[in-house]
């Protein structure tokens, strides 16, 4: 059976049932408790689980998630709420020296099973230092997962995969996702990391993306259809760390054309691995050279015309499966 929910109630959902299994998932974050969290995430759980485990911080990101990196390496399965994934930068040094590392450095006696989640990326208005997609950064890191769910569906089964990781988890949500509406899968759903999903089948050419990014994929395979004839396939990676660069390669080789779609800066992104990738493993199956479509190379702007022409768009995404299958000049 499923149900229509919200991205945000997917994601309630998720932890309330990791939190009626296991007592040793706990809550930490800022304003998490008694009034909710910023974006409603943790709204009620207070209320029903106790300040012992939904748990309000200072305004301190290196503090709280200090402190769930020692709950998680004590036993605890700590979910850490970041307000904005621009705020982890003050937490930066936990997360990457020792949340990453603390594995390693003990030969795999001492785990760490913990989710730091938090709207990351635009499209709500909140200005450069709210609003930057960090996907790049953080996949960086070996030691850390990293993963961007799109779909309500996938929201509640990936953070269910990410709370039983005894490895910490980037979860990345969109906020501009929050309020979106999708078919939920009732009880245990959850969704394996590194398995992308064919959101779209197509025979032309290939969109790759992740993320919100995913919906103007789509948005853009239907313009094509409609305005070029066109059959765009759209692949939804779900999971940046681990990847599934076997999800790429097929469908590169049955379309022999591809665009790779991030929101973030143009360089050092996901979509150059992307490229590299489809470079490796597919390279005699391209009837064209790889298309990225990035973000623009400026701090994210306030005013809703800029922000709306800072990031991609479906017109931008349309154009580049035009280029790649020689219907548009560069």
Request: proline residues 5%; contains cysteine.
């Amino acid at each position: 059976m499923a149900e229509t929910k919200t991205y945000r109630e997917a994601l309630r959902e998720a932890m309330v049932h990791e939190m009626d299994r296991d007592e040793s998932v706990v809550l930490l974050g800022e304003d998490i408790g008694v009034y909710g969290g910023t974006h409603l995430i943790t709204d009620g759980l207070y209320d029903q689980y106790g300040p012992k485990r939904v748990i309000d911080t200072p305004i301190s990101e290196n503090g709280f998630t200090g402190a769930a990196i020692g709950m998680a390496m004590m036993g605890m399965r700590p979910i850490v709420e970041m307000m904005t994934w621009n705020f982890s930068f003050l937490a930066a040094d936990q997360i990457i020296q020792n949340a990453a590392k603390v594995r390693y450095f003990s030969g795999g006696q001492v785990k760490v099973p913990l989710v730091i989640r938090g709207p990351n990326g635009g499209g709500v208005q909140l200005s450069a230092q709210h609003t930057h997609s960090l996907e790049s950064f953080y996949g960086h890191f070996p030691g850390l997962k990293v993963v961007a769910p799109v779909t309500p569906n996938d929201a509640k089964g990936m953070m269910l995969t990410a709370i039983r990781d005894d490895n910490p988890v980037i979860f990345l949500e969109a906020g501009a996702l929050y309020g979106t509406r999708g078919e939920v899968e009732d009880g245990d759903n959850a969704v394996p990391f590194g398995k992308a999903r064919v959101a779209r089948e197509g025979s032309d050419v290939t969109l790759i993306a992740y993320g919100r990014q995913v919906n103007l994929c789509l948005r853009a395979a239907d313009t094509l259809e409609e305005e070029d004839g066109v059959s765009a396939e759209v692949i939804d990676l779900r999971s940046l760390r681990p990847f599934d660069e076997d999800a790429i390669v097929e469908s590169v080789k049955k379309t022999h054309r591809a665009v790779a779609v991030q929101e973030q800066w143009r360089w050092f992104g996901v979509a150059s691995e992307v490229a590299a990738i489809i470079q490796d493993k597919a390279f005699d199956y391209l009837d064209a050279p790889v298309e990225r479509v990035s973000g623009a190379e400026v701090p994210a702007p306030y005013a809703r015309n800029l922000e709306l022409a800072a990031f991609p768009s479906e017109r931008a995404v349309a154009n580049a499966a035009r280029r790649v299958l020689y219907m548009e000049e560069k």
